[in-house]
């Protein structure tokens, strides 16, 4: 019940925050130091630890296009604390400013799209009469706001559009349970877009020395995943990305072993969900299968019927996370943490382009055509055939399957 109350205040926040956005002019001007940072910094998840104030250098070094223009500005106030921020993308003339504040029973976080004028983010911590933590609450917008559409519409109809298309909203909204002032157990419920609403329990572990060390998250059904992992001390991201993907396509090939998949296989699916799931969940298919969908559909367009209608015919499979569940959390925590969604595509590629060109470590029997492929499909329908090149499909073998109506 009170999970669900948290829920709705939150909710109810996001809707007020609609009249207030010129809040940020006020906290812009309460700026009397500034810096500007490569990057998501200054986490409201991370205030009352020493990360907060003393972010990382920057995580990813590579100057890259995506980055060149990913340069956020803090603005800190008299006390030294962070209280307005600004970033966007000149390019595409899309920009972003939020608030810091502070009390005694909540710190909060407010962050808009300028064009649109939409609240795309709220991070909301609240704590007791003793000053310890009780609740988090988080929100982000999908897209974090932007988009043409929003522009002829009022603040009611920007409010119905987000919330009618299954809450277009990343929500998460925390209770805990605290022993000897720190936290053992959180309550949890969280929407995601199109995968709904549910609810879960974080269980906290700590080292000898007292830090906290790692967060389980158990479901209702009893299924539990590491959702935090005390980082390394200082983390290699090419290192740790390079020991994820391998770990991962021998865990994907161990996965099809222990299920006595039909082989030789043709086609591995790894499908992901953008910003959200990054484990994958496997549907192979065989190369009896693709022959016998291009013999009874000859000259016949069947993309549909290879890549898509395929979810009906064949399970999915969940892969066993636990060889690789430790090294893949600190990194998803390093991207969550920067925002950079696309290098956990970048990631499962990775790990495509290590089975397809591997043929499955020569483990179980593959067609001379085989390809493993990772995808959103309600992402990346129209750029599959440079999704394929990236998971190491040549262009000759594109080519081909073009002509037989694959594609």
């Given amino acids: 019940m009170y999970l669900e109350i948290l829920k709705q205040n939150l909710l109810s926040r996001w809707k007020q925050a609609f009249h207030e956005f010129d809040r940020l002019q006020e906290y812009k001007t309460n700026v009397t130091s500034e810096k500007y940072i490569p990057g998501f910094r200054y986490n409201l998840a991370d205030y009352g630890t020493p990360a907060f104030l003393q972010p990382e250098e920057k ?23 962070p209280c307005y921020t600004s970033y966007g993308n000149a390019v595409s ?27 795309s983010c709220i991070k909301r911590i609240q704590y007791d009469e003793n000053g310890q933590k009780v609740a988090w609450q988080s929100l982000l917008v999908m897209g974090r706001g932007e988009g043409d559409a929003y522009m002829d519409m009022d603040t009611e ?25 720190r936290i053992e157990k959180a309550h949890c419920l969280s929407i995601t877009p199109g995968a709904g609403e549910s609810e879960y329990e974080n269980i906290y572990k700590y080292n000898s020395t007292g830090e906290l060390d790692e967060i389980r998250t158990v479901y209702a059904s009893g299924t539990s995943k590491l959702s935090y992992a005390r980082p390394d001390e200082k983390p290699n991201i090419q290192i740790l990305m390079a020991t994820v993907a391998e770990s991962m396509a021998i865990a994907i090939t161990d996965t099809l072993e222990e299920h006595k998949v039909e ?42 019927l290879i890549f898509l209608a395929t979810e009906l015919d064949h399970v999915y499979l969940d892969i066993a996370a636990e060889k690789f569940e430790r090294p893949f959390t600190q990194l998803m925590q390093i991207i969550s943490k920067e925002e950079k969604w696309e290098m956990g595509s970048i990631l499962l590629r990775k790990v495509a382009h290590i089975l397809t060109t591997g043929k499955l470590f020569g483990r179980l029997p593959v067609g001379d055509e085989f390809a493993a492929y990772a995808v959103d499909w309600g992402m990346e329908m129209e750029d599959f055939e440079d999704v394929l090149r990236e998971c190491g499909v040549s262009g000759k073998m594109i080519g081909s399957w073009k002509e037989r109506g694959w594609l």
């Fill in 157 to 181: 109809e920007k409010m119905a559009s987000i919330m009618d298309h299954e809450h277009s909203l990343f929500c998460n909204v925390e209770k805990y349970e605290l022993s000897a002032g």
């Fill in 263 to 304: 082989t030789p296989l043709s086609l591995l699916e790894l499908s992901y969900h953008y910003a959200d799931v990054y484990i994958p969940s496997l549907s192979p298919r065989s190369v009896a299968f693709t022959k016998k969908i291009s013999k009874q559909h000859p000259d016949e367009d069947i993309f549909d």
């Fill in 59 to 81: 995580l990813f070094p590579v100057a890259t296009v995506r980055e060149i223009n990913d340069y956020h500005f803090y603005g800190f106030s008299a006390d030294g604390l």
């Fill in 93 to 119: 003339n899309v920009f972003w400013q939020g608030y810091y504040s502070y009390g005694k029973e909540w710190v909060e976080y407010v962050e808009y799209n300028v064009g649109t004028k939409i609240p």
